[in-house]
Nanobody, 124 residues
Framework: QVQLVESGGGLVQAGGSLRLSCAAS????????MGWFRQAPGKEREFVAT????????YCADAVKGRFTISRDNAKSTVYLQMNSLKAEDTAVYYC?????????????????WGQGTQVTVSS
């Protein structure tokens, strides 16, 4: 199995930046598509960003496009989410996810493994 552990969350002022990390262990990390999702209190889990196995294909949700960047370092078995120009609306628990196929996807149903989540709180 694949185990994912997120880190890097915390409290930040609106307009500030944070970088989330997701460390993977278990099966070969480079064989998996990776994604980030988030869930705010009382809301459904929503797509944030995804990246394929080589890092050559990636995209983000419209709500974060131009502000967030997803990347991966297969040598370190780690995927990152760089978050800039943070807004209060970005406050949520952020989850890292891995899929068994090297294909990008915005659907949470295409992911097989999930991290425990890391809290991001943006103060206005």
């Amino acid at each position: 199995q694949v185990q994912l552990v997120e880190s890097g969350g915390g409290l930040v002022q609106a307009g500030g930046s944070l970088r989330l990390s997701c460390a993977a262990s278990g099966r070969t990390f480079s064989s998996y598509v990776m994604g980030w999702f988030r869930q705010a209190p009382g809301k459904e889990r929503e797509f944030v960003a995804t990246i394929n196995w080589s890092g050559t294909i990636r995209y983000c949700a419209d709500a974060v496009k131009g502000r967030f960047t997803i990347s991966r370092d297969n040598a370190k078995s780690t995927v990152y989410l760089q978050m800039n120009s943070l807004k209060a609306e970005d406050t949520a628990v952020y989850y890292c996810a891995g899929g068994s196929r090297p294909t990008t996807s915005s659907s949470l149903y295409e992911y097989d493994y999930w991290g425990q989540g890391t809290q991001v709180t943006v103060s206005s």
